[in-house]
């Protein structure tokens, strides 16, 4: 997301482009801008008309961040160099113009007495976890803002409360208390499916509840009125006959809502022995930008054809696709996640991890490839034809308790 400086109708008033995230798969730096988009005067709003000038390369506007395994951005450089010249007149070399360093505490509080601003008008955005730093708040290097939290690094503690339920853990608790295992860019995990539908099944039971409820208090009908007390007292059989309908919706909603909430306590119970058991691949699967959504479902060998399957999303067109904001990923109830599954002779969980993390670090390549074997009848259902990349990831990862640190680099199809 760009920053842009606030733009007020006074006389006159100008809006300037500040900064903005330069993108490879991830983030990789910011372009500081700092370029005038608009004037305001006498509230007449004139476009700039930079872009109409010949175009020139400055060199010192890009910093490129240096980050470690847990996502902290360690050191900032520009994309300038400094020459290194000898005492005649020849370049022996170049080093790299360090504009910021930063050592950080477990839960993210600046290092005091290691940290380095070569130029105080370039501070870098974004921090500890790769989150964005927001200064104002409780000083330099004390708080961070995420997609889900507001969050203090001095405590290890966010300021509002968790959106993923742990019974077992408070919900201002951060990274399972372990900070060095755990990370947490978004302020969330990796999401609960189950739990996400069985919110939405929560609200429609309160509104069925709350139907139900207002329907009788105007009605003036308990628990144990009768339908013919309830005429005798003036009632009508319409009323009667839309009191039933309603007492039969809440009682569908209870239910639903308690199906879905049974099944997102297990699907919960998964994703937290999963992170244990698996912490280095849970890791690098929650640090996508690519929501892992989790199912479960009860799995029946004789209706089910696979213990586990992954969704493949994208945005675009298929020849130009891009990873999507999330992808849906299923695994059976009776997965055994600290050790091999019977039903599949591997650990199943990371087995669809190996789909995920392929599909959405290549997706473009994937979604071609699903496509061409599509088109020429060549493609095999479940991701594991010969030539179908994200399936060899898969049964690589699916053979492995855990992967190793640093994660295995995953190329695309053809390399």
């Not at 019977?342 to 995920?356: D, I, M, Q, R, Y």
């Amino acid at each position: 997301m760009v920053a842009l400086t606030e733009l007020y109708f006074i006389p006159t008033q100008t809006l300037n482009l500040g900064e903005w995230p330069i993108y490879g798969s991830s983030r990789v730096g910011i372009y500081k801008a700092n370029k005038t988009l608009a004037v305001v005067e006498d509230n007449v709003i004139t476009a700039s008309t930079y872009q109409t000038r010949i175009k020139f390369r400055y060199n010192g506007k890009k910093q490129y961040e240096l980050s470690n395994h847990l996502g902290n951005v360690l050191v900032t450089i520009s994309d300038r160099r400094k020459a290194i010249c000898n005492n005649v007149d020849s370049t022996l070399g170049h080093n790299a113009v360090v504009i910021t360093a930063n050592d950080y505490y477990s839960f993210g509080s600046v290092m005091v007495g290691r940290t380095y601003e070569g130029d105080t008008s370039k501070k870098y955005t974004y921090g500890f976890n790769g989150q964005e730093k927001v200064d104002e708040v409780s000083g330099s290097g004390n708080h961070n803002t995420a997609l889900f939290w507001e969050y203090d690094t001095r405590l290890g503690r966010r300021w509002n409360v968790d959106p993923v339920v742990k019974p077992w853990e408070s919900p201002y608790a951060t990274f399972s208390n372990n900070p060095v295992l755990f990370i947490d860019p978004n302020g969330d995990d990796v999401v609960n499916g189950d739990r996400l539908v069985a919110d939405k099944k929560k609200g429609a039971m309160e509104r069925a509840n709350n139907k139900l409820s207002d329907f009788k208090t105007n009605h003036k009908i308990g628990d144990d009125t009768k339908r013919k007390d309830f005429l005798a007292d003036g009632g009508t059989k319409k009323e009667w006959k839309e009191y039933k309908s309603l007492r039969t919706q809440d009682r569908n909603a209870t239910k639903e809502f308690n199906v879905w909430d049974g099944r997102a306590n297990v699907t919960q119970g998964i994703i937290d022995q999963w992170k244990i058991s698996s912490p280095n691949l849970f890791n690098e699967v929650d640090k996508q930008t690519t929501d892992f959504i989790l199912t479960s479902f009860d799995f029946d060998p004789s209706t089910d054809n696979a213990f586990g399957a992954t969704t493949p999303s994208y945005t675009g067109d298929a020849m130009n696709a891009s990873a999507s904001s999330s992808m849906k990923v299923r695994i059976a109830q009776q997965v055994n996640v600290s050790s091999v599954d019977v039903e599949t002779g591997e650990f199943s969980l990371n087995h669809e991890a190996g789909h995920f993390l392929y599909i959405v670090k290549f997706t473009a390549e994937y979604v071609r490839y699903y496509v061409e074997t599509n088109k020429n009848g060549t493609y095999v259902r479940g991701g594991h034809g010969k030539t179908d990349e994200s399936g060899k990831v898969a049964t690589e990862y699916g053979n492995l308790k855990d992967i190793p640190l640093p994660a295995p680099v995953i190329l695309p199809t053809g390399n």
